[in-house]
């Protein structure tokens, strides 16, 4: 049994320019210990998947309207709010993707990491201090005594990113979703911090679902991958099978614009056009205006639905959208 | 978060800043409601003065404190009376001119709409008198505000560093005195006059004026386009009037609205204290006050300029605020 | 921090002599005579009473020596109030006004900071429209609007309290509401605005994620933060309720320091308004600094300049 299975999710958000249905029946699972990527465009929907089953979405004005997602067996949709609260911070952790907003610049950085403990673990102050000085000396923060004392802004990005990760990791969760983790930071900054990442996963055992627009770093550390389009989930496989055999016009599309799989001097290739306004989508292949190859042989009456090519790898059978000869 | 609610449709025809902050204000039924509300007060107070029977002034001591609607009837002579105004010498002329040349209606009937105050005024006249001084002392307090506030502002943002420092340094050792009291010493010690009222309710207000368009300055000023400005050689001055403050125009704007209720509430408070507007002249602040005195045995005194004050100035308000959204405005938060 | 706090006490003593300067010179330069009085006196008498006040030595030597009394702790005689001495007056009428004003400033807070929070946590909601239509209507009716509404109501109509005066234990309760409903309405509009801001943030969103309770997201996370404007507010609020007091002193009655100073200063008796003028700046420039430390302390990033 996977530790997270989601089957057909829908959330939308009700706002005054009319329905925005922002994830439309997403489906993917995460095995214990497992790394998964979610990659997409901004507003692909990635972000609102993860937020909408822990509760984080702000209702109204969104609303879940349907699916499942089943944490070790129970159903997170289902849970009450309380229970849902139990869970985030302790079984399920997360972290954001620009450090230096995510921390609470009024409070001292030792209160926030201990704070999980103190809540979940009903922890006083003086039981949670020597764990948060023994999580922040695991992600590799000198003088751990002294900087718990501190506020936020005296840390730099890079540090900042380590409190965040000792501080979801400081309950041992068996699941962490990293949010865009490295988005904010510096090139040489992000290694680290995925490292670190890797690096407190293995001690663990946790599960990652590593949230990210790009594929260069899903390459790097994820088992197996997601690609999101428009609230919909466009191909998913096996990170090997994938960057192998992508099935998916926008799948190519984004490999094709990877700067550093482009050839030197050329021109970097952009997809073309802007993603679909999610409220004023009808039905049919979400892709087909923005698809160069093919895109007048997408559907355009009905949405393409999700077939499994090989083992684990499954796509939208859209004619437009699929490599001409294997569909 | 990359939430789809973020992507939302862009705007393909160009717009400016301006357009953009009208449609956004009009969809604010509320701040609209409000606008159109102080214009009526404006018309009422100024053109409605204008075509009103009454004289604000004229006093008739046989029709003391009358309650609202109360009917009186006048003679030709009394009719003349109100229209021509016994203040000042030259309309006293113009009155027995009138009432030789035998104008106006015989007898007539008219309707005291508030009613009457304890000397027989009509009291619809004197508040719309009334409203017309307050709102004359709220605008041009404000100018005198607008005035310096930008100026000083606008240098000390633009020169910046160390002159910066010291003229917001003065800036803080003002606010920090207790302006209201040297309002009243001066107001009680130089006699009150209306200038002078303008002038130190307006001293008050320019502080935080000042200190929001200097820190919109110090952005605007880093910015290319005075760079480019500059490199063409044009003087400071021109600089800081011709491409600075155009740029501040929006905060200013918001800003200068929720002023004018801060100045009417003051001249009232002057006024209430006897310290504001003196008699015959009226502004709310003085109708308002004589209205508490009377309280328990006319309450309609009260009520009229009360309920008018009140009303305008919580259309100050909300259109204000209505603006400050409209132009998404922060403002600073004092 | 040590120096930011040298610096604006140092501030604070220079506007407190600014004030005593400013007013002693505006006070000597205005036209008329303090003692001046609708009977004539007998000129020897004049003359004493003049040498009494220093009115008979120049300008800068009377400056020069109210100056040292100041220094003293001598606030001089009153002008007009005959044999009192300023002190006095001021130790009379002081408890009067600080009641009232702590009062007011009490119910201010008590109800405006519970209203702004929870109009801000349930944002856009009947409970935040209401609160916030009140917190209008609030900042629309002046003092002297609603004062005259207040007695009306509960003063005459359901005779709860006193109309006006200084006399029983109750006497406080009109007045400091009067005042307190004004400011309880600024403060509620200026809590909920930060309150929003600061729940609008990222690290309430960690918070979130952390399992952290609402109740505790609200007075943990965000109400430190969130509270800043407000208390930078206080210093100004409670300059507006000690002038304030001015007016609601006149509405009610009440021999407090407002009534005092207004009175003072219609009467032109000079030593009376220079010792109530400096006692209110004093009073208003060491509020400030301390709301400055406050905001200082509230905020750990001011506080390592």
Not at chain 2, 300 to 309: E, I, K, S, Y
């Amino acid at each position: 049994m996977p530790l997270l299975d989601v089957q057909n999710l829908r959330v939308a958000f009700h706002t005054r320019n009319g329905v925005v249905r922002a994830v439309t029946g997403v489906s993917l699972s995460v095995e214990k210990g497992q790394t998964v990527g979610i990659v997409g465009e901004s507003g692909s929907g990635k972000s609102v998947t993860c937020y909408s089953m822990l509760g984080l979405i702000p209702m109204p004005p969104g609303r879940i309207e349907g699916g499942t997602a089943n944490f070790d067996g129970v159903d997170l949709l289902k849970m009450s709010r309380a229970e849902l609260r139990a869970i985030r911070g302790r079984r399920i952790s997360m972290i954001f993707q620009d450090p230096m907003t995510s921390l609470n610049p009024y409070m001292r950085v030792g209160d926030q990491v201990m704070e999980p403990l103190r809540i979940h673990e009903g922890l006083c102050k003086a039981e949670a201090l020597p764990k948060a000085i023994a999580a922040l000396a695991e992600v590799g923060i000198k003088n751990p005594e002294e900087r718990v004392r501190q506020y936020p802004h005296e840390f730099s990005g890079g540090m900042r990113q380590r409190v965040m990760i000792a501080m979801s990791m400081i309950t041992r969760p068996e699941l962490l979703i990293a949010d865009e983790p490295t988005t904010a930071l510096d090139v040489t900054i992000q290694k680290q911090v995925l490292d670190l990442i890797k690096e407190r996963q293995r001690a663990l055992g946790s599960a990652v679902i590593l949230i990210t627009h790009d594929l260069a770093v899903v390459s790097e550390v994820c088992d197996y991958v997601n690609v999101m389009y428009a609230g919909r989930l466009v191909e998913s496989a096996p990170v090997g099978e994938l960057f192998r055999n992508p099935r998916h016009a926008y799948t190519r599309s984004l490999m094709r614009s990877i700067p550093a799989l482009q050839p030197k001097g050329g021109t970097l290739y952009t997809i073309p056009g802007m993603p679909p306004d999610l409220a004023k989508l009808g039905p049919g292949c979400a892709f087909r205006v923005r698809n160069a190859e093919n895109g007048y042989l997408c559907l355009t009456d009905r949405d393409p639905e999700i077939i499994e090519i090989a083992p684990g790898h499954r796509v939208q059978n859209c004619p437009g959208c699929l490599e001409r000869g294997n569909a | 978060m990359t939430t789809a609610a973020a992507t939302a449709s862009g705007e393909i025809q160009g717009r400016s800043l301006w357009q953009d902050a009208w449609a956004r204000l009009r969809r604010n039924r509320l701040a609209v409601v409000c606008i159109f509300v102080l214009g009526f007060v404006i018309l009422f107070c100024t053109v409605g003065s204008l075509l009103c029977n009454w004289s604000p002034h004229v006093t008739n001591l046989d029709l003391k404190a009358k309650p609202p609607g109360y009917e009186e009837t006048l003679d030709r002579e009394t009719w003349l009376r109100h229209k021509y105004d016994d203040l000042a010498p030259e309309e006293e002329q113009r009155f027995a001119q009138a009432l030789k040349a035998g104008e106006g209606p015989e007898n007539v009937t008219l309707r005291h709409w508030l009613g009457t105050d304890t000397l027989g005024r009509d009291l619809l006249a004197r508040t719309m008198q009334g409203g017309r001084v307050s709102l004359m002392v709220a605008g041009i307090a404000t100018a005198v505000a607008l005035l310096i506030g930008v100026t000083y502002g606008a240098v000390a943002g633009y020169l910046g560093g160390r002159t910066d420092d010291k003229m917001m340094r003065f800036v803080e050792i003002l606010r920090a005195l207790p302006f209201l009291i040297f309002v009243i010493l001066l107001t009680t010690m130089f006699g009150t006059r209306l200038w002078l009222i303008y002038l130190s309710i307006g001293a008050i207000e320019w502080l935080t004026m000042a200190r929001i368009v200097r820190t919109q300055v110090l952005g605007l000023a880093r910015q290319e386009f005075v760079e480019a400005a500059r490199s063409l050689g044009l003087p400071t001055s021109r600089i800081i009037f011709r491409h600075i403050i155009p740029n501040v125009l929006g905060p200013v704007i918001v800003y200068a609205t929720l002023t004018v209720p801060a100045v009417m509430l003051l001249e009232a408070g002057l006024s209430f204290l006897g310290l504001g507007v003196q008699p015959p002249q009226s502004s709310w602040g003085t109708l308002i006050s004589e209205g508490a005195d009377q309280m328990e045995t006319y309450p309609w005194l009260l009520a009229g300029p009360a309920a008018l004050f009140s009303i305008t100035l919580f259309c100050l308000n909300f259109a204000g605020d209505g603006l400050r959204d409209a132009m998404d405005v922060k403002t600073a938060k004092d | 921090m040590l120096r930011f706090t040298v610096s604006r006490l140092l501030q604070a003593i220079v506007v407190v002599f600014a004030v005593f300067t400013l007013t002693f010179f505006m006070v000597r330069l205005a036209p008329g005579d303090p003692l001046a009085t609708e009977k004539a006196i007998h000129p020897d008498v004049k003359r004493s009473l003049q040498e009494r006040y220093h009115l008979d030595k120049s300008l800068p030597e009377q400056y020069a020596l109210t100056l040292k009394s100041y220094f003293a702790g001598d606030l001089g005689p009153s002008m007009k109030h005959q044999g009192m001495w300023n002190a006095k007056i001021i130790s009379d009428s002081w408890p009067v006004s600080l009641t009232i004003g702590l009062m007011a400033l009490i119910i201010a807070v008590a109800i405006g900071i519970p209203a702004g929070v929870i109009a801000a946590v349930r944002r856009n909601t009947w409970v935040d429209n209401s609160a916030m239509s009140m917190a209008l209507l609030g900042i629309c009716l002046p003092g002297f609007v609603m004062g005259p509404l207040l007695i009306a109501l509960f003063g005459i109509k359901l005779r709860w309290f006193n109309v006006g005066g200084w006399y029983e234990a109750t006497d406080w309760v009109l007045p400091a509401a009067t005042m307190g409903i004004i400011y309880a309405a600024y403060i509620a509009r200026l809590t909920r605005g930060g309150m929003l801001e600061i729940l609008n943030q990222d690290f309430i969103r960690t918070a979130r994620a952390k399992g952290v309770p609402e109740l505790k997201i609200v007075t943990h996370h965000a109400l430190r933060g969130g509270l800043i404007p407000v208390v930078a507010y206080l210093g100004p609020a409670l300059a507006g309720i000690t002038t304030g007091s001015f007016i609601i002193e006149t509405i009610y009655n009440l021999p407090g320091l407002g009534s005092h100073f207004v009175n003072a200063a219609v009467n032109k008796d000079y030593t009376l308004v220079l010792a109530t003028t400096v006692l209110f700046a004093t009073l208003l420039v060491f509020v400030n600094f301390f709301t400055d430390i406050l905001v200082a302390w509230l905020n750990p990033k001011v506080r390592l300049t």
